[in-house]
T-cell receptor, first 115, second 111 residues
Framework: AQTVTQSQPEMSVQEAETVTLSCTYD???????LFWYKQPPSRQMILVIR??????QNATENRFSVNFQKAAKSFSLKISDSQLGDAAMYFC????????????FGQGTRLTINP | DAGITQSPRHKVTETGTPVTLRCHQT?????MYWYRQDPGHGLRLIHY???????DKGEVSDGYSVSRSKTEDFLLTLESATSSQTSVYFC??????????FGSGTRLTVV
């Protein structure tokens, strides 16, 4: 079974600075998807970024980018120019390409933005 | 969220009572899921469905049952609620092209 680990329960960063959230995962599969979700206090789950394992190029969405290291099974999220609205819980998630498309989540990292 | 609604949004119930949470989609997606969210655990899969009357267990299925009699509705039932089932419950649908869409969540408190 696949597992996802987020070893940083909490992180904080100064507004306008850069922060990196860590995620590692364990799988025996060669093809899969990885995701970062943001959950603000509203409880809504918002997709931040998605990475296909077969793509070597790291995904980027505006101020959000990932560092995908397939051999190391590492998938970190970098947030540049942090804004107050980035404050939220962030979840890393894994999904197989086969089967029932189930998501496996990490424990989450609570990100605080200091003004 | 577009195409998926959960009800109720909040519920307080007593230990030992049955509880049913409802998830409704308008997208006609095959896959539907129930997750629970607890501090320190992220979201964990309870049950999922891959079609009408086709369901399977997830990681934390003990104490829960599900039913899907129509494509659009996926019900989660706690037959006899316990305090350990106090949690936030999320329904989700999955489309291979678009990915996951989550409902707004149900905060369930068992007292």
């Amino acid at each position: 079974a696949q597992t996802v680990t987020q070893s940083q329960p909490e992180m904080s960063v100064q507004e306008a600075e850069t922060v990196t959230l860590s995620c590692t995962y364990d799988t025996s599969e060669s093809d899969y998807y990885l995701f970062w979700y943001k959950q603000p206090p509203s409880r809504q789950m918002i997709l931040v970024i998605r990475q296909e394992a077969y793509k070597q190029q790291n995904a980027t969405e505006n101020r959000f980018s990932v560092n995908f290291q397939k051999a190391a099974k590492s998938f970190s999220l970098k947030i540049s120019d942090s804004q107050l609205g980035d404050a939220a819980m962030y979840f890393c998630a894994y999904r197989s390409v086969q089967g029932a498309q189930k998501l496996v989540f990490g424990q989450g990292t609570r990100l605080t933005i200091n003004p | 969220d577009a195409g998926i609604t959960q009800s109720p949004r909040h519920k307080v119930t007593e230990t030992g009572t049955p509880v049913t949470l409802r998830c409704h989609q308008t997208e006609n997606h095959r896959y539907m899921y129930w997750y629970r969210q607890d501090p320190g655990h992220g979201l964990r899969l309870i049950h999922y469905s891959y079609g009408v009357k086709d369901t399977d267990k997830g990681e934390v299925s003990d104490g829960y049952s599900v039913s899907r009699s129509k494509t659009e509705d996926f019900l989660l039932t706690l037959e006899s609620a316990t305090s350990s089932q106090t949690s936030v419950y999320f329904c989700a649908i999955s489309d291979y092209r678009v990915g996951y869409t989550f409902g707004s969540g149900t905060r369930l408190t068992v007292v």
